[in-house]
């Protein structure tokens, strides 16, 4: 799970890493009273759009005032109506794609004078096993580009005792920090481990960590995103959500006990178990076809959650064609055609539908679906769904 940027930095400086004044707007209305609250004669201020999503700041505005989601502006005046420009709007990121994410909140901060940007971040490196810290002295909006050309450091660090002194030592040397900042880098990536096992956290992340022309550090941009399996023992963590960020079929499909993930292709998967969903992304993927998503029934579902499946997966976004792939062990096969039908309610169905249904009562749940589907397409096995997926469906 994500949170927002303002989010973060709370959890942060609740662990004590240094991060600079700031106001947060829900509304229009809050708007003006944050700056007063903030400060209306700062030497400048930073305003940037609260969205689930990184590269704000060279993301735009479709349809919107020019520039990017993280304006610096000279006067309280001018961040006012930068941060009125911004909220409602939809900010489109690289990550986001044209279609954006909606501005739930826009963070008002006092501007400092930086003198240069550090990457910092904690993150789970599955691969090792082991939570690893990453740093780099060339920080910032391009830290992709500049880790390609020039590397980033490495610690793994020992879940048992969080990062050991001699290896941020040996970081903070690395990165030609200086003796009197080599302590408080220190001090913050110990800070950033707290919160990372505290909080069940898989990435905490600060880019840029900013070393001012003062030679402080502070916290520019904050990153944390929380394991989702941790999440039933974190209560204060799952009050951070903001369904506005997310796919709203994801969240709808998680509250049914299903799970849905939104692809960005063309075709529109239905399937039980993780294992099968996996195998039929990988069919798809081979023969050169996107997926517009899945919608992994699990093994218990019933009539309803077919029918909510159904539906969540006919309504994603960009959907041309749909896939049912669903080999029924403990799952009757009339039980998925009653809740196709039903989803349809009586209407007719407009996309091309390619089925693969196995397992009890199968037969009838293929009858059931080519009575009600004149061109459902009907595989009577794995190789035959493969060779139907081989010929583009
Ligand atoms: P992102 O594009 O979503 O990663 O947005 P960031 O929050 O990282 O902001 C983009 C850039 O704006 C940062 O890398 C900084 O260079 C700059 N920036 C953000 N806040 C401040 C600030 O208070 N002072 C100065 N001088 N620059 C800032
Ligand atoms: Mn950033």
Known sequence: MEVHEF????????????????VVARTEEEIGPALDRLGRDLAGYVVKAQVHSGGRSRGHFPGGSAGGGVRCAATACEAEKLARAMLGRRLATA??????????????????????????????DRRAQLPLLLASNRGG??????????????????????PCQFQLRRMALALGLAEEQREEFCSIA????????????????????????????????????FDDSGLFRQDAIRALRDPSQGDWREERAERLGLSYVALGGTVACLTNGAGLAMA??????????RPANFLDLGD??????????????LDGDGVRCLLINVFGGTMRGDLVAEGVLRALAGKKLSLPLLLRLEGPAAELGRAMLREHIPGVKIVEDLN??????RQGI
Request: glycine share 8%; charged share 25%; net charge negative.
């Open 7 to 22: 989010q973060a930095k709370e959890l942060l400086e609740a662990q004590g890493v240094p991060v600079g004044r700031r």
């Open 95 to 124: 990550q986001s794609g044209e279609a954006g994410k909606p501005v739930a909140a826009v963070l008002v901060e006092e501007a400092v004078p930086v003198a240069q940007e550090f990457y910092l971040a904690l993150l789970l």
């Open 141 to 162: 909006v391009a830290v992709e580009e500049s880790v390609q050309e020039h590397g980033i450091l490495r610690e793994w660090i020992r879940a048992s005792t969080g």
């Open 190 to 225: 110990r800070a950033m481990g707290r919160l990372f096992w505290e909080k069940d956290a898989n990435l905490v992340e600060i880019n840029p960590l900013a070393l001012t022309t003062e030679g402080r550090f502070r916290a520019l941009d904050a990153k944390v995103v």
């Open 280 to 289: 039929t992304m990988d069919l798809l993927q081979a023969a050169g076809i």
């Open 300 to 313: 218990s579902a019933g009539v309803e959650s077919v029918t909510e499946a159904f539906r969540l997966i």
């Open 384 to 389: 035959g769904l493969e060779e139907a997926i």
